[in-house]
């Protein structure tokens, strides 16, 4: 069963860089997964796709602050020189031909 | 610039239906598949269904828990997609989005349509 398992929850500083991760289900090391972030009562926004071998492109607008790596099963977002409004639920979401999976989102607090 | 804009949302009955409509502007509906999310009250993004491009066969794909109620459908010379939610349930109360797709992942979504179910 294709599934995608994020932290609830991370918090870094202003100014620092945080990683989050996405690990996807045993026997689907190889899938792509796209990374949204979703601001408080505002919808969500597409960042990036990210393949298996690390290689990513973003969406329309996106921050080169925004990056992307991957390790096996783990797919990550690097957000560096945090900013208040990176503030926000960022979800991985992946996909296969006929289903689409969205990870729990983890809450990215900005101290 | 590509804009999703849905409407159609509102208070509806448990058992009742409601149609959600996804107007597209700034690219050509055809050449993607349309899918649709949506997000219950203070909780995360739940996929519900896509419909895929016409030169894929303009066949859907639906979660299990609207599988047989919602049908998700396209007019690609009016540039619009469509959701049709039937025997409603109060579960079904959410935000719900549409999104562009690319090979799979969304890279656009529309702002959300508001979706009530309650007596």
């Known amino acids: 069963q294709l599934v995608v398992t994020q932290s609830p929850s991370a918090s870094a500083s202003l100014g620092a860089s945080v990683k989050l991760t996405c690990t996807l289900s045993?026997?689907?090391?190889?899938?792509?997964i796209a990374w949204h972030q979703q601001q408080p009562e505002k919808g969500p926004r597409y960042l990036m796709i990210l393949k298996s071998d690390g290689s990513h492109k973003k969406g329309d607008g996106i921050p080169d602050r925004f990056s992307g790596s991957s390790s096996g099963a783990e797919r990550y977002l690097t957000i560096s020189s945090l900013q208040s409004e990176d503030e926000a639920d960022y979800y991985c979401?992946?996909?296969?031909?006929?289903?689409?999976?969205f990870g729990g989102g983890t809450k990215l607090t900005v101290l | 610039e590509v804009q999703l804009v849905e409407s159609g949302g509102g208070l509806e009955q448990p058992g009742r239906s409601l149609r959600l409509s996804c107007s597209a502007s700034g690219f050509s509906l055809s050449d993607h598949a349309m899918a649709w999310f949506r997000q219950a009250p203070g909780k995360g993004l739940e996929w519900v269904g896509f419909v895929r491009r016409k030169s894929y066969g303009g066949t859907s794909e639906y979660a299990a828990s609207v599988k047989g109620r919602f049908t998700i459908s396209r007019d690609d010379s009016k540039n619009i997609a469509y959701l049709q939610m039937n025997s409603l349930k109060t579960e079904d109360t959410a935000v719900y989005f549409c999104?562009?797709?690319?090979?799979?992942?969304?890279?656009?979504w529309g702002q959300g349509t508001l979706v009530t179910v309650s007596s």
């Open positions: 979401q992946t996909w296969g031909s006929d289903i689409r999976v």
């Open positions: 045993s026997g689907h090391s190889s899938y792509p």
């Open positions: 999104s562009r797709e690319d090979v799979g992942n969304v890279d656009y």
